[in-house]
């Protein structure tokens, strides 16, 4: 079936670091953009990273430098690494499956299940 399943949320201090996985089934995953969002506690849903079928990729600027996404085609998967997390970054994050219109990331309604992540001490 069509789904994306997300592994490597959890608990970390302040100045570490996380590595999210989302899985791809059921879609030629080559010819999506794909894109990380988070929700945190009274916040709306916000889009943090992209990145194209071509590898290109685009941060929302409080991650800038902190988040980078990849993605390996061979393995239908598309990673989140996250290092020098803040409180602030605590949310759920969500994987979504997109594409790129005049430029710009489009989310489809394709998502992951959503994934914890606290920073706290």
Request: aromatic letters at 10%; glycine letters at 12%; proline letters at 2%.
């Amino acid at each position: 079936q069509v789904q994306l399943v997300e592994s490597g949320g959890g608990l970390v201090q302040p100045g570490g670091a996380l590595r999210f996985s989302c899985a791809a089934s059921g879609i030629i995953f080559s010819i999506y953009a794909m894109g990380w969002y988070r929700q945190a506690p009274g916040k709306q849903r916000e889009l943090v990273a992209t990145i194209t079928n071509g590898g290109t990729t685009n941060y929302t600027d409080s991650v800038k430098g902190r988040f980078t996404i990849t993605r390996n085609t061979a393995k239908n998967t598309v990673y989140l690494q996250m290092n020098s997390l803040k409180p602030e970054d605590t949310a759920v994050y969500y994987c979504n499956a997109g594409r790129i219109v005049a430029g710009v990331y489009k989310k489809l309604d394709l998502w992951g299940q959503g994934t914890l992540v606290t920073v706290s001490s």
